[in-house]
């Protein structure tokens, strides 16, 4: 038998109102990769946050190459060569990638034999040769406030190699990414394996688990419900032993029934932060009952055209309408109050005020209105009421219910947050932009049977999505987005995957 070079003994971790980890052992060999499952709140991140010596636990022991241990900080789990890639990273944005990866272990020279200095340029060369040994290729001089998602993903991998670690955690390192860099990551996954690494794989994603993981624990609600061979177990059975109950991968859809347009878009255009065009000239409209889903690789103004909808950027030309209503220059309140709700990419930075509690968060757009607010002053009480109903509404799991500070909870809870909010407004249009990235399959179903209801309730609904699985499922019309420009729109039974896939890459008919 291949010994464990991880251990984990009867761990439990309690937090206010919560057990995060009840009783959870399992072992983990050296050189293979192995997947722990979950819902989102399942208590996976926690898991393996005792093993970085972000927590301690309350009970349970740890044993790293077959020692136990007391893993203090991180500091402390990197000198056992542990390294960890967290979900949200932990990057400095106005340093350059060189300096955020020798952060804290800096070597140092000296000037004239006696000014100390750190010695960035040998530092700028060690990292170019390892991004290249490992087929991470980046600039070591570039600032982290100018890379992509994708690309500071590869400093903080790099950040765990330069550390020289040999056990690497990821923590849904795929949440945030396009279908193409999750193949590149699996890629990168799979050359640190060979290379002799351990990878510990924190995710809810049953494809990539069947693609890259050898063995898979599955925890349910912070208690360990099972142990597998990837290679001899399904994704229904993973997904079954995940939820809890049998999930269904499809959603059975209504024929749609189309009523008046309600979201009008006519010749826009954006400008991103330099003035240049990122969405040229872009027209279509959105009826009642209608999905309307934009497809496109990340990148291609998609996202700028939800934002323009809902005012978070200016449009450069053209005009919006909800109705007879234009509302190209008015406020986000003013769009709100117009009747759109909007689910926005970035949860973070966009959707939720993370130091507020969750009851606060539920009803940032209502608070000002009765029976929340009454002569100016705010009912708490009724903040509460109406939230534990939307917690309980859409399963938001938080360890101290409705005062929550939403910093504390999981990716995925904070998105179900967004979700009930949005949907709660009971608006007759909806943005969805990227409404499942970061849930499990239990919440994704979830999602979709809500999306599907709310078109079914006479909604017009625009989804902008990378996922083209969730297009090709929900969708009524597709419009497909190439370089900032609809380059085909048509009904969704009229267009094969393969077509669609074809029109993300550019390719235009004759």
């Known amino acids: 038998m291949d ?31 192995f997947a722990l499952l979950g819902e989102n709140g399942a208590g996976k991140s926690t898991l393996m946050s005792i093993l970085f010596g972000m927590y301690e636990p309350d009970e349970g022991e740890v044993y790293i190459r077959g020692k136990k241990v007391e893993v203090f900080s991180p500091n402390h789990a990197t000198a056992m060569n542990i390294g960890m890639v967290h979900q949200h990273f932990k990057l400095v944005s106005n340093y350059t990638i060189t300096e955020n990866i020798i952060l804290g272990m800096e070597t ?46 590869r400093v903080e991998i790099l950040k765990m190699l330069y550390r020289e670690a040999e056990i690497l955690i990821f923590d849904e390192p795929t949440a945030v990414l396009t279908p193409q860099e999750i193949e590149f990551l699996l890629d990168i996954i799979r050359e640190m394996r060979r290379r002799g690494k351990t990878i510990i794989l924190i995710t809810h994603k049953l494809e990539e688990i069947k693609k890259v993981a050898d063995r898979c624990a599955i925890l349910c609600r912070g ?29 059975e859809k209504l024929p749609a029934s189309f009523g008046e347009t309600l979201l009008k878009v006519e010749h826009l255009s954006v400008n991103n932060a330099d003035g240049f065009p990122v969405v040229n000239d872009v027209s279509f409209s959105v009826r009642r009952g209608e999905i309307f889903a934009i497809a496109g690789v990340a990148g291609n103004g998609q ?49 939720l005020i993370l130091n507020f509690t969750l009851s606060e968060n539920l009803l940032l757009k209502r608070y000002y209105q009765e029976p929340y607010c009454v002569k100016g002053v705010l009912h708490r009480e009724k903040f509460d009421e109406k939230s534990r ?29 967004i979700v009930a909010r949005e949907l709660d407004q009971n608006a007759p249009c909806i943005v969805f932009v990227q409404p499942t990235r970061g849930l499990d399959i239990g919440a994704i179903e979830h999602i979709h049977s809500q999306i599907l209801a709310e078109r079914d309730k006479g909604k017009a609904i625009l989804l902008v999505s990378l996922e083209l699985d969730e297009i090709m499922n929900l969708a009524d019309t597709i419009g497909v987005i190439y370089n900032g420009q609809l380059l085909k729109t048509a009904p969704a039974e009229e267009l094969t995957a393969n077509e669609v896939g074809r029109f993300m890459m550019g390719v235009r008919e004759e």
């Open 223 to 251: 208690r360990l419900v099972g142990m597998c061979d990837v290679a001899e177990t399904s994704t229904k059975q993973m997904a079954e032993m995940m939820v809890g109950r049998e999930v269904s991968f499809a959603q």
């Open 303 to 351: 996202v700028e055209v939800a934002d323009a909808i809902a005012g978070l950027v200016a449009a450069a030309g053209g005009r919006i309408f909800i109705g007879e209503q234009e509302i190209t220059d008015e406020t986000v309140r003013q769009r709100n109050e117009h009747g759109l709700a909007y689910i926005p990419e970035d949860r973070q930075t966009w959707g």
């Open 108 to 153: 140092k020279r000296r000037i004239g034999g006696f000014l100390p200095a750190v010695d960035v340029a040998s530092a700028n060369k060690k990292v170019a040769e390892l991004s290249k040994r490992f087929g991470l290729e980046v600039n070591p001089t570039q600032k982290i406030e100018d890379l992509n998602v994708s690309m500071q993903q």
């Open 389 to 417: 109903e939307l917690i309980e509404a859409f399963d938001i799991r938080s360890g101290q219910g409705e005062q929550t500070t939403v910093r504390s909870m999981s990716g995925g809870n904070q998105q179900k947050a």
């Open 3 to 33: 010994e464990y070079i991880v251990e984990m003994r009867h761990v439990t971790k309690r937090f206010p109102g919560i057990v995060a980890n009840d009783d959870v052992s399992l072992g983990i060999k050296k050189g293979e990769i």
